[in-house]
């Protein structure tokens, strides 16, 4: 999704990155030449996308903000906001996307990218039913969000709801590669917190009946010698309405 987004607001000179998490998405915004602020309700993360800023050299803006609430720029501020699968997590999504508008100055654009359902995303499903059936579902109680907005119907008339126009929505599919279910495991335990905490708690026997369950659950994805996990997101891309309305 990140790719698709970057071309989704191509050209824009001040661009806002909410939810920006770890930078990676804001980074590549800056690398692309525009002017960027990333914000985030995380100071963790917020530290960690100023060091991957400062490890590619960009130059962007970070700061501490909730999208929950009212934005911290006065109106027109930007001319593209970009939000990479944190949308999903929003209290009140239509709300949130109104802010994006508020922000944008007039005919601005604003590209969002979500999850689609967890039934689409076995790399993500799959883990986290593993670790229901070893461990019990109160510790797979995580990431409910995930796949909340990931109806394209649903995505779209958000965006309408928040009063942008030009909305268009559609799904990008890809996969996951992976040797087996040990190796799938071990990638997002290092990039999804929520595995990576389930992970630092696990013995030695819990391990290894999550890695045997896993394999179970991901084996009707093997093709050729590996595991190709499907992935789905739902990409939104809007405009602010134009002083006339149109």
Same mark, same amino acid.
């Given at each position: 999704? +990140?790719?698709?987004?970057?071309?989704?607001?191509?050209?824009?000179?001040?661009?806002?990155?909410? &939810?920006?998490?770890?930078?990676?998405?804001?980074?590549?915004?800056?690398?692309?030449?525009?002017?960027?602020? &990333?914000?985030?309700?995380?100071?963790?993360?917020?530290?960690?996308?100023?060091?991957?800023?400062?490890?590619?050299?960009?130059?962007?803006?970070?700061?501490?903000?909730?999208?929950?609430?009212?934005?911290?720029?006065?109106?027109?501020?930007?001319?593209? #906001?970009?939000? $990479?699968?944190?949308?999903?997590?929003?209290?009140?999504?239509?709300?949130?996307?109104?802010?994006?508008?508020?922000?944008?100055?007039?005919? &601005?654009?604003?590209?969002?990218?979500?999850?689609?359902?967890?039934?689409?995303?076995?790399?993500?499903?799959?883990?986290?039913?593993?670790?229901?059936?070893?461990?019990?579902?109160?510790?797979?109680?995580?990431? $409910?969000?995930?796949?909340?907005? &990931?109806?394209?119907?649903?995505?779209? +008339?958000?965006?309408?709801?928040?009063?942008?126009?030009?909305?268009?929505?559609?799904?990008?599919?890809?996969?996951?590669?992976?040797?087996?279910?040990?190796?799938?495991?071990?990638? #997002?335990?290092?990039?999804?917190?929520?595995?990576?905490?389930?992970?630092?708690?696990?013995?030695?026997?819990?391990?290894?009946?999550?890695?045997?369950?896993?394999?179970?659950?991901?084996?009707?994805?093997?093709?050729?010698?590996?595991?190709?996990?499907?992935?789905?997101?739902?990409?939104?891309?809007?405009?602010?309405?134009?002083?006339?309305?149109?």
């Amino acid at each position: 999704g +990140q790719a698709e987004l970057l071309t989704a607001v191509a050209g824009a000179r001040r661009v806002l990155d909410a &939810g920006c998490g770890s930078g990676r998405l804001t980074v590549a915004l800056a690398e692309a030449g525009a002017s960027v602020t &990333g914000v985030d309700t995380s100071p963790e993360r917020l530290e960690h996308a100023a060091r991957r800023a400062t490890a590619s050299g960009a130059d962007l803006r970070l700061c501490e903000a909730d999208f929950n609430l009212p934005l911290p720029f006065v109106d027109e501020s930007f001319d593209a #906001v970009t939000s $990479r699968l944190s949308l999903m997590a929003a209290d009140d999504p239509v709300s949130t996307v109104r802010e994006f508008g508020r922000v944008l100055s007039v005919d &601005g654009r604003v590209a969002t990218a979500v999850w689609g359902p967890p039934a689409e995303n076995p790399w993500f499903a799959a883990p986290r039913a593993a670790i229901a059936a070893v461990l019990g579902p109160e510790r797979a109680d995580f990431a $409910r969000a995930f796949g909340r907005l &990931g109806d394209v119907g649903k995505a779209t +008339q958000l965006h309408v709801d928040a009063g942008l126009t030009a909305v268009e929505a559609r799904i990008l599919r890809g996969y996951v590669v992976a040797d087996d279910a040990v190796d799938h495991w071990n990638r #997002v335990a290092r990039i999804i917190g929520h595995f990576r905490r389930v992970d630092r708690a696990l013995n030695g026997t819990e391990r290894n009946a999550i890695s045997v369950d896993l394999a179970a659950r991901l084996e009707p994805y093997r093709e050729e010698g590996v595991l190709r996990l499907p992935r789905l997101l739902v990409l939104v891309t809007a405009r602010r309405r134009s002083n006339d309305g149109a």
